[in-house]
Each structure stands twice: as structure tokens, then as C-alpha cells.
């Protein structure tokens, strides 16, 4: 057995003369063990709630979506939608057509992205499963409806128990504002055939109404804004995303579930790493217990650093027996602390010990949380390096009076 380890695993565990040391040892490991299961839970409920956000935007939102990449329509008719639809592992290509209109139901009014879409479209997103009134109904026996989000509905107080119907306000296409408002607006109403709930920015954004219904409000013709795709489900969507950006060139903006709402995934992410950051700089914080400890170990054992050094013992084997001392605290804080933490998370993912309240209006019961293997070995190398770093530190310094003296 290597001997500046095995002196130094019977240092971390026998009693010290000072009765102060051993609590100082106790701290120091505790410090470790709590900043590190700390940094596992933390770290494992961001990644429960990013995973949260991405399973409902997934039911929302098409596998690919392309875009123009200057204004807001193009015309389809030079589009190479062949070559798009001939790809392997596409399966659904379809026209949508996005414009903000100004919204008036009973005596509320609310600005609103209008979305035109085909009959079909709860085949290309699983939007059926986000529907929490009503059907998911855009056209029955010749008559439009329209799907409104949460957001929307509750801001007009919509609902598809009354039949009243939504007035849809736009523009007119290349025309100025004049006194007469009514040659310079498209007017039309449609009724609401139900309401779906995804996530805030989503629910008070868009009204899905017929594509139909969408191009001849919007006077958009042959234009379209969006082509959405949606893809076999075990397609390597980055090699076709890839694929039809070459196809397409700098034209066009080709965009999968996460970068159309790159925005508030990049939110998350930079939180989650903030987070992360904060925890670790009060765990260096905490590894100055490891410095206290070693430094009045060292004091404490200068009889046995005499004997050692009579028995023809170098500074370099006493100085790793320190060393070896303050990487014990830390390996065990890391692991203890890591085991800790996945403990408390697969108590939570098992049991959902932490509950949101009942009366609240949240889509879960529970704190959500995912554990990532990366994640954790990341973790537990850091805590390590930060206690490496505590234990050389101060024997850099202490060792030039404890340890180097000839007359010891």
C-alpha cells in the first residue's frame, strides 16, 4: 500500500489531540458533501423543467420549420418543394401563413398572431393532446373555426360554450391610412372551435384558424410565411436539417423544435449555468475548511513529522501525506455529496415529495427533475479539482516551517 496514503486515511479517521481538529475535519467534509449534492439537485431541477418546456413545445411546435430569411412572405412557386418532399425521412410538408391581426370578442380587444393552417395539421404536431376545451375543429360542414390559445381566450374571455363569434382586424395590403377605416381594414369573424395550452408565450400568441380562411384575410395570394416538416421519428433530423439547408442556401432560415424558441431555451441554459457558477464559487468558499484543517493537522503532528523524519522519512513523502490528507476530504464530500444528491432526486422523481400547490394553475404536480450523467461527472471533477487545489495551496507554504527544517 502506498504509504504517505495509508498515514494519511489514519489521520482523516483517528482522534487528533485537539478536539477542535476533528470538527474542523467534520466541517470541512460536510461543506463538501452539502455544495456538492446541492450542485446535483440544482442542476438536475433546471434540466427537469428545460425537459418539461421541450416535451409540450414538441406537441406545438413541427420537427423543421422554414422561413424566408429577409421580410415575412415568398412565394412557393420557385420553392424546390420536390427536391424537399423527395428527401429521405420527410413524411409531411405543409403551407402556413402567419400575420398579427388585432382580435374583438364581445367588448375586449387583443393583438394576436393569426395562423393559417391546413385541415390536416393535427397531423403534423400532436396538437390534440394540448386541447383543454373544445375539439380541435377548424372546418365542419362548410364553417370555419378557429383554436385559440389559453392565453388569448382568457384575456377576451373566450369560450366555446357561447356562440359568439371572433372579429378578426387587419390592414389592407398597400393601403394608407385614411379617414375611412373601413376601405383601409379587413373585417372577418370566425367562431371558436377550442382551446389549446402549451406555455404562456405560446397560449397568448397564436389563434390557428384555415389556411383558406388566413390568405384571404391577409390578402397574401399565392404567398406563404412558413413551409413546416414533419419527419419519421427516428430520422436524423441534423443531417436533414443540414441537407435542406444546402438545398435552400442563405435564402432561407431552417429551424428545428429548439431554435424556434432559441430565445428562451438559451434563457435556461445561461440560468442553469449561473446557478452552477454561484454553487461552485460558495464551494471554494468552503474548501478554505479543508486549508484550516490541514493547517492545524500539520501542527498538531509535528511529533509525528520528528519521528517520521528520523526514521530517514523525505519532505516529499511527509508533504504528500498532507496532501493525501486534504484529497481524502474532497473525494469523500464529492462522492457522499453526488450520492446524496441523485438519492434526493430519485426520491423526488419516484415519490414527489415536493409538491406545487393544489390550487395553483401549474401543468404539474410536482418539481420536475432529470438527472444527466454528464452532468454529474462534471460535478463531481470540479468539487475534485477544488479540493486538489485546496490541499496544495496551503502546504506550498506551511511546508517551509513544518516541513523542510532540518532540524526537525
Not at 464530500?333 to 401549474?362: D, K
Request: with cysteine.
Amino acid at each position: 500500500m502506498n504509504l504517505p496514503f495509508f498515514i494519511a486515511k489514519r489521520y482523516l479517521v483517528s482522534k487528533k489531540k485537539q478536539n477542535i481538529i476533528n470538527i474542523i475535519s467534520g466541517i470541512s467534509v460536510l461543506g463538501m458533501v452539502v455544495g456538492t449534492a446541492a450542485l446535483v439537485i440544482i442542476l438536475s431541477v433546471f434540466n427537469g423543467f428545460t425537459s418539461l418546456i421541450d416535451s409540450f413545445y414538441s406537441d406545438f411546435d413541427p420537427d423543421l420549420k422554414i422561413t424566408v430569411a429577409e421580410g415575412k412572405m415568398f412565394d412557393p412557386t420557385d420553392f424546390p418543394s420536390i427536391k424537399i418532399k423527395n428527401i429521405p425521412g420527410v413524411v409531411q410538408y405543409e403551407k402556413v401563413i402567419e400575420e398579427v391581426a388585432m382580435l374583438k370578442y364581445g367588448n375586449q380587444q387583443y393583438f394576436a398572431t393569426v395562423k393559417g393552417i391546413p385541415d390536416n395539421y393535427d397531423s403534423l404536431v400532436d396538437i390534440d393532446s394540448l386541447i383543454t376545451e373544445g375539439t380541435f375543429t377548424i372546418k365542419d360542414k362548410g364553417i370555419n373555426y378557429a383554436v385559440v390559445g389559453a392565453g388569448i381566450a382568457s384575456n377576451l374571455s373566450i369560450s366555446t360554450k357561447f356562440l359568439e363569434p371572433i372579429h378578426i382586424y387587419v390592414p389592407k395590403k398597400g393601403k394608407q391610412v385614411s379617414i375611412n377605416l373601413a376601405k383601409a381594414i379587413n373585417h372577418n369573424y370566425i367562431f371558436p372551435g377550442g382551446i389549446f395550452s402549451v406555455l404562456e408565450d405560446v397560449d397568448s400568441k397564436y389563434i390557428l384558424v384555415p389556411y383558406e380562411f388566413a390568405a384571404d384575410l391577409f390578402e397574401s395570394g399565392n404567398k406563404i410565411s412558413a413551409i413546416e416538416l414533419r419527419l419519421e421519428k427516428n430520422a436524423n433530423k441534423k443531417k436533414i436539417q443540414k441537407e435542406i439547408e444546402t438545398i435552400l442556401g442563405e435564402t432561407f432560415h431552417v429551424k428545428n423544435k429548439y431554435q424556434q424558441h432559441d430565445f428562451i431555451y438559451k434563457t435556461m441554459k445561461s440560468e442553469k449555468w449561473v446557478a452552477y457558477l454561484i454553487l461552485i464559487f460558495i464551494l471554494v468558499i468552503a474548501s478554505f475548511n479543508i486549508l484550516s484543517s490541514l493547517s492545524m493537522l500539520i501542527i498538531d503532528k509535528k511529533d509525528d513529522i520528528l519521528i517520521l523524519r528520523s526514521m530517514g522519512a523525505s519532505s516529499k513523502l511527509i508533504r504528500y501525506i498532507f496532501l493525501f490528507e486534504g484529497w481524502l476530504i474532497s473525494v469523500l464530500g464529492a462522492f457522499l455529496g453526488a450520492f446524496l444528491g441523485l438519492l434526493t432526486c430519485w426520491l423526488q422523481i419516484t415519490f414527489e415529495i415536493i409538491t406545487f400547490p393544489a390550487n395553483g394553475s401549474f401543468i404539474v404536480s410536482a418539481y420536475p427533475v432529470k438527472i444527466i450523467f454528464t452532468d454529474i461527472v462534471l460535478i463531481i471533477a470540479v468539487v475534485l479539482l477544488i479540493g486538489f487545489i485546496a490541499a496544495w495551496y496551503p502546504l506550498k507554504f506551511i511546508s517551509k516551517k513544518y516541513l523542510l527544517q532540518e532540524n526537525m
